[in-house]
């Protein structure tokens, strides 16, 4: 425990230009004798700390001193605390703001960062991420409603393996005991999350491993044909921005997208309804059928206006 105090201690003093004894003490719950002392290993050690008499006073590095930087180049260092900077306003993590100031005494200084990332989490409880982390990490069984593509709420137990940040929305994956499988689950149709205090051992995923990688699943892959006109055509280069693009005289295009089951893929239903006008389902049928079912659907609700 002195040891890992006497590292952060470093860090911070290469990271501050004045830390008191006092601030010191409170943040290590520790007294302000300890510190002195901590500060006499330091220096004892070869670091050059510097004491700042008066009311302002304390203990600080010797100016120009900075630690090695050949462990990482400046751009390695600079992505890392983009990213770590990010995942601590998510998780509220102590640990990680530790880092983040070890890495800035090997980073370049004044150094305007080049890239932002913002986990957005506005979508799921604020409390979920916090409370899956320390799950997976403790191996905490997990108990939530949940809001599937079909609309039914269920309840599901799980034992929660790793997060997931993609397409804009966080997931967690993991063991559901409900379904005795593996599955992913959305966080942002997760409700009423309970952590339990019962814990789990980690299954084997080597049958499910195997099942996926057969490539049965390929066989039910379709490639659906979209005509977007030009008013559409922002909204889908966000939407499909990989996929296979065919760009026209007019403005438009057309996009090929292999998916998975398209008649029952909601996910793909409901962003193909957003585009209202803007975009035409040209294949399979059988997508473009029920697309237009839903739009008969929902015109039914505005018949009397």
């Given amino acids: ?29 520790v007294s302000p004798r300890t510190i002195y002392r901590d500060i006499d290993a330091i220096c004892a050690a070869g670091f050059p700390v510097i004491s700042h008499q008066g009311q302002n006073g304390g203990y600080g590095m010797m100016d120009g001193y900075k630690m090695d930087k050949s462990l990482l180049g400046s751009y390695d260092v600079a992505s890392l605390i983009t990213v770590l900077r990010s995942l601590s306003s998510v998780f509220e993590d102590e640990r990680v703001q530790g880092t983040i100031e070890r890495l800035q005494t090997i980073g370049p200084e004044h150094q305007t960062p080049s890239v932002a990332v913002d986990f957005e989490t506005r979508r799921t409880d604020p409390d979920a991420l916090p409370q899956l982390r320390t799950a997976i990490t403790e191996r905490n069984i997990v108990r939530f409603d949940y809001i599937n593509t079909k609309n039914e709420r269920t309840t599901r137990e799980m034992e929660p393996v790793r997060l997931h940040f993609k397409f804009g929305n966080w997931y967690v ?3 559901c005991r ?4 593996y599955r992913e ?12 205090p019962n ?15 057969n490539g049965a699943w390929q066989e039910q892959v379709e490639d659906v044909v979209i005509r977007v006109g030009p008013e559409g055509l922002a909204e889908a280069m966000d939407q499909f921005h990989q996929m296979d693009r065919q ?4 403005g438009g295009m057309t996009i090929r997208i292999p998916v998975y089951r398209p008649h029952e893929a909601r996910w793909l239903w409901s962003i193909l309804l957003g585009f209202g006008s803007g975009a035409e389902v040209l294949e399979p049928p059988a997508l473009r059928c029920i697309i237009a079912e839903q739009l008969r659907n929902a015109l039914k609700l505005y018949e009397e206006v």
């Fill in 247 to 250: 760009f026209h005289p007019d």
């Fill in 178 to 181: 409900t379904r005795r499988d």
């Fill in 173 to 175: 994956y993991g063991y």
């Fill in 199 to 213: 814990t789990f051992q980690p299954h084997r995923e080597e049958a499910r491993k195997a099942a996926l990688s």
């Fill in 185 to 196: 689950f959305r966080l942002s149709r997760m409700l009423n999350l309970i952590p339990t």
């Fill in 1 to 29: 425990m002195k040891l890992e105090r006497l590292i952060a201690i470093i860090y911070k003093l290469l990271n501050h230009e004045v830390l008191s004894a006092s601030m010191l003490a409170e943040e290590f719950q």
